[in-house]
């Protein structure tokens, strides 16, 4: 007999390509997909569009059974971290597509207890294993379009830093 593990999807369509959102091993979740207004950037940077991904917690999630968030994109990218963040850019032709979530100690001075995430091709994941019920997790996206040097340029990784709520 197998066990059916609650899950919770979500797909959030950008200009660059699509982001898929999985969570798995919880039930009670919700996920919100919502265009967000575009940070406060340094000067001289610019991105087209951020979207801001919100993960509902219903109930508490404990070491017992923990939950799994895995954000994937449609193409290859490389990670790209920073203080408090971890993040990933998927750069083509068209432009560049940064998604981001915050990392497991960040998390923990909040009272969720994380895994550090795990890079894989083509996004990544983590896994929670303790929150209390009604926590909020968040994946932010920003991109930037048409650009000759957007597959080098760093403000797409500012914003999707600056999008993610504090």
């Not at 991904?53 to 994109?73: G, K, N, Y």
């Not at 971890?86 to 994380?114: H, I, K, P, T």
């Amino acid at each position: 007999m197998s066990v059916q593990e609650p899950e919770a999807r979500a797909t959030a369509v950008s200009p660059l390509g699509t982001l898929s959102l999985h969570v798995t091993g919880a039930s009670g979740v919700t996920i919100d997909v919502a265009q967000a207004q575009v940070p406060k950037l340094p000067e001289g940077m610019a991105v087209d569009g951020v979207m801001l991904i919100c993960v509902r917690l219903a109930v508490q999630i404990t070491r017992e059974s923990p939950m799994r968030i895995r954000a994937t994109a449609d193409q290859d990218g490389h990670p790209e971290t920073g203080e408090w963040l971890e993040s990933m850019a998927f750069a083509n032709g068209a432009g560049r597509l940064q998604v981001a979530m915050r990392d497991d100690a960040w998390l923990a001075a909040r009272g969720v207890a994380a895994e550090p995430v795990q890079y894989e091709r083509q996004g990544f994941s983590q896994v929670i294993h303790e929150a209390p019920a009604g926590t909020a997790l968040y994946v932010s996206a920003a991109w930037r379009i048409d650009c000759a040097t957007a597959a080098g340029d760093v403000s797409a990784w500012f914003a999707a830093d600056l999008a993610l709520p504090a």
